[in-house]
């Protein structure tokens, strides 16, 4: 691992803000050491004891990346977009069957990414999945979480977009895979209370499956130069549940920046080439 941690990075894996790690120094909790141009950062060794690091030292990333799946293992994707989830099934061992998005433009970059996989562009509430009940190993999406996002309005299932949770839960129900993922924004945990997280919960539980304690998995923790933060719902059906043991991903030993991202190193094996980006409308170029 590292031997140095900006602090910055630190607040991150902590899943505090900067304002939290201001007042950790002043108590003394947790003080950086001051570098060049005001730099901070923290010595591995000085903060070893903190879970979040001890985690990352003594991590098994590396054992759990040799895993291999025992067969070709089936999956839907719901609410794909460009598919970025459906990118890491796949890497996973998983062979889509379906994947559902009523975005045009993603379908296109879906279809023009991978020409074999089966994507279906439509309203999922128009949808039907009953041909694949008892089929399917692995359903996965990541339903529309504006409704619950601290961004948003936070409308919840008082939203239109916060009811197609219903919409996943009915493709579940017809589909009956043997586990499924549901991904959404850390904002859901609190929306209403709790209350929100709670009617999920026992829809599952009505759905016919066993739901793992969900967590927050932070990305910058997994090896991606992202302080991206999701809430993770796995469920396991009931008939097999009693023969599953769930383990969530140990974290990678060091954190990835934009300088990883950006150029040959650890996560690929060129620089990103030279491109113009995202051009504005010249409403917005002045």
Known sequence: MQEIISATNFADIM????????????????????????????????IAHVPEIEQMIYSNWE???????????????????????????EKAGFSHLLLNEIDKDACKTLRFNRPEWQVVEQDIREVSFKQFED????????????????????????????????????????????????????????????????????????????????RVLRAIKFQVPQKRERLILI???????ERVKYQWPQPYNRIMTLRDALYKGDLFDTDVPLSDGQKYPPKKMY
């Open 135 to 214: 089929k399917v190993d692995f359903l996965s999406g990541g339903f529309p979480c504006q409704a619950f996002s601290y961004a948003g309005k936070q409308g919840g299932f008082n939203d239109t977009r916060g009811t197609l949770f219903f919409e996943m839960a009915r493709a579940i129900q017809q589909v009956r895979p043997k586990i499924f993922m549901g991904e959404n924004v850390k904002g859901l945990l609190a929306h209403d209370g709790g209350k929100t997280l709670a009617t999920i919960k026992q829809t599952i539980v009505d759905l016919g499956y066993t739901l793992i304690e969900p």
């Open 15 to 46: 899943g505090v803000s900067k304002a939290t790690l201001a007042k950790w120094e002043a108590n003394g909790t947790f003080v950086p050491q001051i570098g060049e141009g005001g730099r901070k950062y923290f010595y591995i060794s000085d």
């Open 63 to 89: 054992t759990e990346m040799q895993t291999k799946p025992l067969r070709a293992y089936t999956s839907i994707e719901l609410f794909a977009g460009a598919g970025g989830m459906a990118l890491g099934m």
């Open 235 to 241: 469920a396991i059906r009931n008939d097999i549940a």
